[in-house]
């Protein structure tokens, strides 16, 4: 095993730092901190105690980690960056307790980008450069601005989605996600578009909900089902759909009633982009109910690979 490189003109009290682990010049690094392998820690960074580093993690100069921050492997943090871990920081008033910030697996932060406490960052989703992050980010997610909102999808297969008949076959997917035409009749008056239940769609409907008025800038689902299957209908406007079964992960959008989006179990669905005037209708197999809800994306990932029967 192949010892840190720690420059003489660091500060390093840390015992937990792996091997081949770089620390350049002025850094301070706190005794409790702990430091993964293949580590590369540029100047004027400052980590404190309760701080967490996975293995091969890059740390660009004049950043601060502050306890409760925890980056896992593969991630970059880009100049300047900042961290914080106090909701409602006062002079005089040390906090009871610090809010946990994650960074994922994957993850990258772009320089000056500011993360507010108790956040966490979805596995290989990116916060652009000066980014002021709000909220959780999803997994694979592009977000930018002040405050942060999303602007795109990392490594995704997207897939154009045209006006469709009822006779043309159905673009193409991902393993768990299928489309279903409806037949329309079209003439001088307008569309009309038919869904009979019984014939066109692949499940009993349950339930039924709609979802409308989305500000463009919010987004909705972030969740899987663990029994649930959902048919996606933008009857109105249009909105984008994201899923990730685990593996692949493909992205939609959807413009058209006469077509539907089937979401089968174990499949994390994203909606966003919605335009003013987006109407959503879900249809679902399965009355409401919270326990079939999965909404931590690492949770997910878990139970998509026992259901594979990939070993942890």
């Known amino acids: 095993m192949q010892n840190p490189l720690i420059s003489p003109l660091a500060e390093v009290q840390s015992l937990t730092i792996g091997s081949r682990t770089r620390i350049w010049q002025f850094c301070v690094v706190l005794p409790n901190a702990q430091i993964g392998?293949?580590?590369n820690i540029?100047?004027?960074v400052f980590i404190e105690n309760d701080v967490t580093v996975g293995n091969r993690v890059t740390i660009k100069c004049g950043v601060q980690l502050w306890d409760g921050t925890t980056l896992e492997d593969d991630v970059f943090i880009g100049p300047n960056v900042t961290f914080t871990n106090d909701k409602f920081p006062q002079s005089m008033r040390p906090p009871t307790e610090f809010a946990r910030t994650i960074v994922r697996r994957g993850a990258s932060i772009g320089a000056n980008a500011t993360i507010l406490p108790g956040i966490t960052i979805g596995r290989y989703a990116m916060v652009a450069a000066g980014a002021v992050v709000?909220?959780?980010?999803?997994p694979h997610t592009i977000v930018r601005g002040n405050p942060a909102r999303i602007s795109g999808q990392m490594?995704?297969?997207k897939f154009d989605v045209n006006s469709l008949n009822y006779d043309i076959p159905a673009p193409p997917t991902i393993r768990?996600?299928?489309f279903v035409n409806f037949a329309t009749a079209t003439d001088l008056r307008g569309n009309?578009?038919?869904i009979e239940f019984s014939k066109h769609?692949?499940?009993r409907v349950e339930r039924t909900f709609f979802v409308a008025n989305v500000p463009p800038h919010q987004v909705r689902g972030e969740h899987a089902h663990k029994e649930c299957h959902q048919l996606l209908v933008c009857v109105s406007g249009s909105i984008?759909?994201?899923a990730d079964n685990g593996t692949e992960r493909g992205q939609w959008i959807l413009d058209d009633p006469s077509l539907g989006l089937h979401v089968h179990p174990l499949v994390w669905a994203t909606q966003f982009h919605a335009s003013a005037n987006a109407v959503l209708a879900v249809f679902a197999s399965h009355t409401y109910d919270t326990e079939d809800y999965v909404k931590n994306y690492e949770t997910f990932l878990t139970m998509v690979k026992r259901k594979d029967g990939v070993n942890e």
Not at 134 to 138: A, Y
């Open 37 to 39: 392998a293949d580590v």
């Open 42 to 44: 540029c100047a004027n």
């Open 134 to 138: 709000t909220r959780d980010v999803p």
């Open 155 to 157: 490594n995704l297969r």
């Open 176 to 178: 768990g996600v299928s």
């Open 192 to 194: 009309l578009t038919a």
């Open 201 to 203: 769609l692949p499940f």
């Open 240 to 242: 984008t759909v994201s």
